[in-house]
């Protein structure tokens, strides 16, 4: 989409796209280590689908061009990216977040008005996956902290990407020691269970409150993560974009553009 402006707002750099119209408009949060970069082959897609749906995509704090910031938690990035959206007049935006700015966005949703979240590739219980950094906390805390964020990108299977999405994956990224700590810090600190609670708690706000959800991973998940899912989202829409690795966005740009657009 053609840009309209590259601009901060409430501290946070951003591309706007679009104009105000009738529909919400679309925030868009990236991964950790990524930056905004990460959405232009979605927004090219937008461009043709709905040229005039306003659009913004944020560098979330301590990425990309914006600022560092003391707390990377879940809750306080979401209040900063929450004083963005209202400097740039966004009304209840739909949030679409891929990865860490899934978590983002639910937590968001489940605080702040908004009118859909689209989840992008990232599960909302994270027993598993907190399990694994504890056992590798010596070396995050460490200089082998590189390491750590190497096999987790071994994991991601950039591999099956479009060529210009496998660049892009390695090219606008800026890992570095003090994100990893401070935006897995609650993953390192509390127990998973009190992070599953705080999960349901948005979800539950997000279902009172009428916003729509949307998942897109790769492939179906698991059971027992899909009932705990639809039991608090009864509407939950689920889609699976096959062979995308973690990468739903950029393995099919067209599809997720027009499940935005639709």
């Known amino acids: 989409m053609r840009i309209s402006g590259r601009r901060t707002f409430g501290g946070l750099a951003a591309d706007s796209y679009g104009a105000p119209g009738d529909r919400p408009p679309l925030v868009l949060l990236h991964g950790l280590c990524y930056d905004r970069r990460q959405w232009e082959p979605v927004l090219e ?4 689908l709905a040229p005039d749906r306003a659009a913004i995509a944020f560098d979330l704090p301590g990425h990309g061009n914006s600022p560092r910031q003391e707390s990377y938690r879940v809750a306080d990035v979401a209040a900063v990216v929450h004083e963005a959206v209202t400097e740039a007049g966004l009304a209840a935006p739909v949030l679409v977040g891929h990865s860490l700015g899934g978590v983002v966005a639910t937590a968001y949703a489940g605080t702040y008005p908004a009118a859909g979240v689209v989840n992008v590739d990232q599960p909302l219980l994270v027993g598993p996956f907190a399990q694994v950094l504890r056992q590798a906390e010596e070396d995050l805390r460490g200089p ?3 390491r750590v964020w190497e096999r987790m990108v071994d994991g991601m299977r950039i591999d099956v990407l479009p060529p210009a999405a496998r660049e892009l994956v ?6 570095r020691q003090d994100l990893l700590l401070g935006y897995w810090s609650e993953l390192l600190d509390l127990p998973a269970e009190q992070l599953g609670e705080q999960r349901t708690r948005e979800l539950n706000a997000i279902r009172a409150a009428g916003i729509s959800y949307h998942h897109v991973t790769e492939g179906e998940p698991p059971p027992a993560y899909r ?8 509407d939950v829409t689920l889609t699976t974009l096959p062979d995308s690795g973690h990468f739903p966005h950029l393995a099919h740009p ?3 553009a027009h499940l935005l657009a639709g």
């Open 227 to 234: 009932q705990w899912l639809e039991a608090l989202l009864p």
């Open 254 to 256: 067209a599809r997720l």
């Open 144 to 146: 082998g902290w590189e």
């Open 45 to 48: 897609e937008l461009e043709t």
């Open 170 to 175: 390695r090219t606008a990224t800026t890992p």
